[in-house]
């Protein structure tokens, strides 16, 4: 068990367009869920932390009006980059983590955005 | 905050050679050291995670070594084959249980035929 599907794979918009992306949860309850984003040939760059009902908890330096997090059970959180621009472009990849089984972290098979 | 240090940054390997790679870790921490596994254009997969109060852990042909008082940790592959070229992250958690994962840069591994 502990498959965290993520949707979509790949997406390609236009400058000032938003994206959601989605992650779930398919056989087990995530309370905590986490967004990565990873640029080529790099390690992953924690962008955000959220706890199902919660707000989420941003990292330095993420801006969090143009990336929305929402975690509103405990098998779905999804992330909204709003007003996407090219420099938005990137791997990004979510996480679940089980509710009191420690901290691994399970991972969606990524998105890649590209934006036009 | 806890600090990783993963070596080395690129391996090549011989089929049937082992494979070693190597990470540190800064402060103490009391849940699991995971290894995981990504493929291009996909996500890290779980590898193979121990916990501090143990030594070792041997999954099929990937082992870690935990050696606590240094904090260090290392994956060995043994028997590498051309289908586990990929790039390999440690990661180690924080001080408080349940806590984020702090991740290594990561080690591009080649097997060769």
């Known amino acids: 068990g502990a498959v965290v599907s993520q949707h979509p794979s790949r997406v390609i918009c236009k400058s000032g367009t938003s994206v959601k992306i989605e992650c779930r949860s398919l056989?087990?309850?995530?309370?905590?869920m986490f967004w990565y984003r990873q640029f080529p040939k790099q390690s992953l760059m924690l962008m955000a932390t959220s706890n199902e009902g919660s707000k989420a908890t941003y990292e330095q330096g993420v801006e969090k009006d143009k990336f929305l997090i929402n975690h509103a059970s405990l098998t779905l959180s999804t992330l909204t980059v709003t007003s996407a621009h090219p420099e938005d472009s990137s791997f990004y990849i979510c996480?679940?983590?089980?509710?009191?089984?420690?901290?691994?972290?399970?991972f969606g098979a990524g998105t890649r955005l590209s934006v036009l | 905050q806890q600090q990783v240090k993963q070596s080395p940054q690129s391996l090549i390997v011989q089929k049937g050679g082992i494979s070693i790679i190597n990470c540190a870790y800064e402060n103490t921490a009391f849940d699991y050291f995971p290894w995981y596994q990504q493929f291009p254009g996909k996500g890290p997969a779980l590898l193979i995670a121990i916990r501090p109060d143990v030594s070792e852990k041997k999954e099929g042909r990937f082992t870690i070594s935990f050696n606590k008082s240094a904090k260090q940790f290392s994956l060995h592959i043994m028997d590498s084959q051309p289908g586990d070229s990929a790039t390999y992250f440690c990661?180690?958690?924080?001080?408080?249980?349940?806590?984020?994962?702090?991740f290594g840069e990561g080690t591009q591994l080649t097997v060769n035929p």
């Open positions: 056989d087990f309850q995530a309370t905590t």
């Open positions: 990661a180690a958690p924080g001080e408080t249980s349940g806590s984020r994962l702090t």
């Open positions: 996480s679940g983590k089980r509710g009191g089984r420690g901290n691994i972290q399970y």
